[in-house]
């Protein structure tokens, strides 16, 4: 495995030829948890999927397209426009360079631009793909194994993102947990801030979570992702060169 401590001739000298690319974000998750829950608990997911695939973990695009959260301070958000532009250059210039899999994980649903994204890019180049993944959809038949609650309930800052960050960083958990599902489907977030719907920033069941449970959670999304990643590359006709040494 790669990342950004080594050099670029340590990387030129080497068959890597998988990058790994998180896209996180920076906004509100309730009183207990702080604001960098998805950049932080993305940033162990992709370690860890960076070494199942033996690949260059590139550092993380710290924030994403967070409207949904605007009036909870210290949320910020980019326009679905500028995440495209980002994802699309860092991209290109990876796969310019001779990286032939780009493994873009996304570990916040309001990045829905990334989607026809890596779309367009796989679909007007042909050297090589770009593949995105969210770990938590990829993982669900496991997650649901691990917590009670219903996933379509765990929504934001619940049951699932308290668990992982207990295991993580406990310390950065606070004691003020809330229990709150709203009567409503995940499109509520199409039409209108989730601060009208759930005022203190809670979609989910935070009083449920466990370090425990976190400690599955993580193991399984990892897991599968890896799994997933390599499935869909070789299908798509780029199997890794690169094996550890």
């Known amino acids: 495995m790669f990342d950004w401590t080594n050099t670029y001739l340590e990387l030129e000298s080497s068959d890597v030829d998988t990058a790994v690319l998180l896209i996180g974000a920076l906004e509100q998750h309730g009183?207990?948890?702080?604001?960098?829950?998805?950049?932080?608990?993305?940033?162990?997911?992709?370690?860890?999927?960076?070494?199942?695939?033996?690949?260059?973990?590139?550092?993380?695009?710290?924030?994403?397209?967070?409207?949904?959260?605007?009036g909870f301070r210290g949320s910020v958000s980019v326009s679905p426009e500028t995440l495209d532009g980002i994802v699309r250059d860092i991209s290109l210039t990876?796969?310019?360079?001779g990286f032939r899999?780009?493994?873009?994980?996304?570990?916040?649903?309001?990045?829905?631009?990334?989607?026809?994204?890596?779309?367009?890019?796989?679909?007007?180049?042909?050297?090589?793909?770009?593949?995105?993944?969210?770990?938590?959809?990829?993982?669900?038949?496991?997650l649901s194994t691990i917590f009670k609650a219903d996933l379509a309930d765990e929504q934001h800052a619940g049951e699932l993102e308290t668990s992982l960050m207990l295991h993580l960083a406990p310390e950065q958990v606070g004691p003020q947990r809330i229990d709150r599902v709203p009567n409503?489907?995940?499109?509520?977030?199409?039409?209108?801030?989730?601060?009208?719907?759930?005022?203190?920033?809670?979609?989910?069941?935070?009083?449920?979570?466990?370090?425990?449970?976190?400690?599955q959670a993580l193991a399984a999304m990892i897991e599968d992702t890896v799994v997933v990643f390599e499935e869909t590359f070789t299908r798509l006709g780029v199997p890794t060169r690169h094996r550890p040494s």
């Not at 829950?37 to 397209?65: H, Q, S």
Request: some cysteine; overall charge positive.
């Open 184 to 215: 409503l489907g995940p499109a509520e977030f199409d039409y209108r801030p989730m601060r009208d719907f759930c005022p203190d920033g809670v979609w989910g069941r935070s009083g449920l979570a466990s370090a425990e449970k976190g400690k």
């Open 31 to 70: 009183r207990h948890l702080p604001i960098s829950v998805d950049r932080f608990v993305g940033e162990a997911l992709a370690k860890g999927v960076a070494e199942g695939l033996n690949a260059c973990e590139l550092p993380g695009i710290p924030v994403g397209n967070s409207h949904a959260h605007h």
């Open 101 to 142: 899999r780009i493994a873009v994980l996304n570990f916040h649903g309001g990045n829905l631009i990334v989607k026809p994204t890596t779309r367009d890019i796989n679909l007007t180049q042909d050297m090589g793909k770009v593949v995105q993944l969210h770990p938590s959809f990829v993982a669900a038949k496991r």
């Open 94 to 97: 990876l796969l310019r360079q």
